[in-house]
């Protein structure tokens, strides 16, 4: 006499309760690319009320069945059986039933396989689908784009490191990651698993960005090989670098030199990430600089003593930077 695990279509209270004949890790959902081959991470556990049945050292054969598990009212959901050769999908599975490890790989996928898929076992004497388990396969004409993430601060002077991961569902033939930074780099690329044992790929650039990098783009392109053609996708992002003032300069207005009693406007501008906070102004006295305002901008109506050198400086939260000096020029004083 057979014995087998409950199936669909026979009735049993027990499984309404989310009891299970079998249980197996896949997925939740996988997305391929049209003509590209796809693994599907499986491995499988037999309950403790069968586990007496299960005997692994019997050839145990894997099926695979779309959309409904009741493959006894849908004899056609099944589309692959490694126990036979002439499948309805081109696959094989790879990894060592024996061992309750059922990954598998199917090729050349055509949208039309986009569905829901449960996997069953079948051996002697035990023979169980897991109904309460599938792994979405959702083809795509088109890669999704590679995800570019950033570890530690985007700071001048700082290594960074950036990461860019691309899923890699045909591990056989992964996505090739490139990158273009607006400096020089050497990267790290790596074929790694995921927590769901699915397959990505990461390539990893590690540089020190100064303030010129910011606002600049870098991308990351992965090109996947289909056949005798290749599939591109990239993901670009925008440095966000932060850095102290640069550029810091003071004008003066007018610059010629002006008569005791007439308005002068002096300006300070600076570049920084994050903005300036402060801009500070300072006029050389005796040598030695003297605070004499705050602002973006000093006016004063001048008087005897305020000719000479002045400077600005600007400050964030990273620094401060400091400009050259102008010349604020009196009529009738010495050279003028």
């Known amino acids: 006499m057979e014995i087998q695990g409950a199936?669909?279509?026979?009735?049993?209270?027990?499984?309404?309760?989310?009891?299970r004949d079998l249980i197996a890790t896949i997925p939740d959902r996988l997305d391929v690319l049209t003509g590209s081959c796809i693994q599907i991470p499986c491995s499988f556990d037999i309950p403790g009320?069968?586990?007496?049945?299960?005997?692994?050292?019997?050839?145990?054969?894997?099926?695979?069945?779309?959309?409904?598990?009741?493959?006894?009212?849908?004899?056609?959901?099944?589309?692959?059986?490694?126990?036979?050769?002439?499948?309805?999908?081109?696959?094989k599975i790879t990894g060592n039933m024996s061992q309750k490890n059922c990954t598998t790989v199917f090729f050349n996928l055509t949208t039309s396989y986009t569905n829901r898929y449960f996997f069953r076992i079948e051996s002697q004497p035990f023979r169980?689908?897991?109904?309460?388990?599938?792994?979405?396969?959702?083809?795509?004409?088109?890669?999704?784009?590679?995800?570019?993430?950033?570890?530690?601060?985007?700071?001048?002077?700082?290594?960074v490191s950036f990461n860019c991961s691309a899923v890699a569902p045909c591990p056989e033939?992964?996505?090739?990651?490139?990158?273009?930074?607006?400096?020089?780099?050497?990267?790290?690329?790596?074929?790694?698993?995921?927590?769901?044992?699915t397959k990505s790929v990461l390539s990893t650039v590690t540089f020190t960005p100064s303030y010129l990098h910011h606002e600049k783009n870098i991308t990351c392109t992965a090109v996947y090989p289909v056949g005798a053609s290749n599939k591109?996708?990239?993901?670009?992002?925008?440095?966000?670098?932060?850095?102290?003032?640069?550029?810091?300069?003071?004008?003066?207005?007018?610059?010629?030199?002006?008569?005791?009693?007439?308005?002068?406007?002096?300006t300070c501008s600076s570049t920084a990430n994050p903005p300036v906070t402060t801009f500070t102004w300072f006029q050389i006295s005796g040598g030695k600089p003297t605070q004499v305002a705050s602002g973006l901008s000093y006016t004063l109506n001048v008087t005897v003593?305020?000719?000479?050198?002045?400077?600005?400086?600007?400050?964030?939260?990273?620094?401060?930077?400091?400009?050259?000096?102008v010349q604020l020029a009196i009529k009738g004083e010495t050279g003028t």
């Open 7 to 19: 199936e669909i279509g026979v009735p049993c209270v027990l499984a309404c309760f989310g009891r």
């Open 49 to 91: 009320q069968h586990r007496d049945t299960f005997n692994s050292t019997i050839l145990t054969s894997g099926v695979w069945i779309k959309e409904n598990p009741d493959f006894g009212l849908h004899p056609d959901n099944v589309i692959f059986n490694s126990s036979i050769t002439d499948n309805r999908y081109q696959g």
């Open 128 to 159: 169980a689908t897991d109904t309460g388990k599938s792994v979405d396969i959702v083809v795509w004409d088109l890669p999704s784009s590679p995800i570019i993430t950033v570890s530690g601060e985007m700071r001048e002077g700082t290594l």
């Open 173 to 197: 033939h992964p996505p090739e990651l490139t990158w273009t930074l607006p400096t020089q780099f050497t990267p790290k690329n790596q074929l790694q698993e995921i927590p769901d044992q």
């Open 232 to 266: 591109t996708a990239e993901h670009n992002m925008m440095l966000n670098v932060s850095f102290s003032p640069k550029d810091t300069s003071a004008s003066i207005s007018p610059a010629d030199p002006v008569s005791v009693g007439s308005c002068v406007n002096l």
């Open 305 to 325: 003593g305020d000719g000479g050198l002045y400077f600005c400086e600007a400050r964030n939260s990273h620094g401060c930077g400091k400009s050259k000096e």
